[in-house]
């Protein structure tokens, strides 16, 4: 079946700039999960939704980051203000109950 | 918080031979570990995972061990392929609030495993 997506799978944007990520998670997946990896690095938690809302904000680095799941099913991931500290590869899971599952993620960078 | 710590940070092997990837972990409330294969440019994919009541799992020519007592678990490669060359990650997660299975999951840092044909 359809796997998670993420969407677009690369951004360049300029410092100072609004970026917005989307994430399609797993049909029926009711946890969604963004983490971010810096290049050489594991995953590092930002957030998740258990439905419509965010169950755990406790890893959003500042509040120029900020995430939505209206419906309880799309995501997208705001970023406000980008500076270059922010360049990394963003990552959407999603989670049925306990197993979270990976899209391929978005390689931002912020120039 | 939690914290995982992760060893080696490199690991290179023969075809065939077995490959072990050792993480340890702080917080005794942990009780899910999953692992993951990571290859370049793609996401992580769940390989195997173990919940806390299990001191071992295994599953075709892969294997992970828990050590609850000692805070560790490791995970075993048996009869390598070149196939197998990725970066692998442990991580480890709480049981949420009100017994649920949800949250965040803590990664470590990683081990890129090479394997030689």
């Known amino acids: 079946g359809a796997g998670v997506s993420q969407t677009p799978s690369n951004k360049v944007t300029e410092k100072g700039k609004y970026v917005e990520l989307r994430c399609d998670p797993i049909s029926g997946h009711t946890a969604l999960y963004w983490y971010r990896q810096s290049l050489g690095q594991g995953p590092e938690f930002l957030i998740y939704f258990q439905g419509t809302g965010a169950a755990d904000d406790s890893g959003l680095p500042n509040d120029r980051f900020f995430a939505v799941r209206p419906e309880g099913s799309v995501s997208t991931l705001k970023i406000q203000r980008t500076e270059r500290g922010d360049s990394a590869v963003y990552l959407c899971?999603?989670?049925?109950?306990?197993?979270?599952?990976f899209g391929p993620g978005t390689r931002l960078t912020v120039t | 918080g939690e914290n995982v710590e992760q060893h080696p940070s490199t690991l290179s092997v023969q075809e065939g031979d077995s490959a072990v990837i050792k993480c340890t972990y702080s917080d005794s409330a942990s009780n899910y570990f999953p692992w993951y294969k990571q290859e370049l440019g793609k996401g992580p994919q769940l390989i195997i995972d173990?919940?806390?009541?299990?001191g071992e799992k295994k599953d075709q020519r892969i294997a992970v061990t828990l050590n609850k007592t000692a805070k560790h678990f490791s995970l075993h490669i048996t009869e390598t392929q070149p196939e197998d060359s990725a970066v692998y990650f442990c991580?480890?997660?709480?049981?949420?609030?009100?017994?649920?299975?949800?949250?965040?999951?803590?990664f470590g840092q990683g081990t890129i495993l090479t394997v030689h044909p």
């Open positions: 991580a480890a997660r709480a049981e949420g609030a009100g017994g649920t299975s949800y949250g965040k999951l803590t």
């Open positions: 899971a999603s989670s049925p109950r306990q197993e979270q599952y």
């Open positions: 173990i919940r806390s009541n299990v």
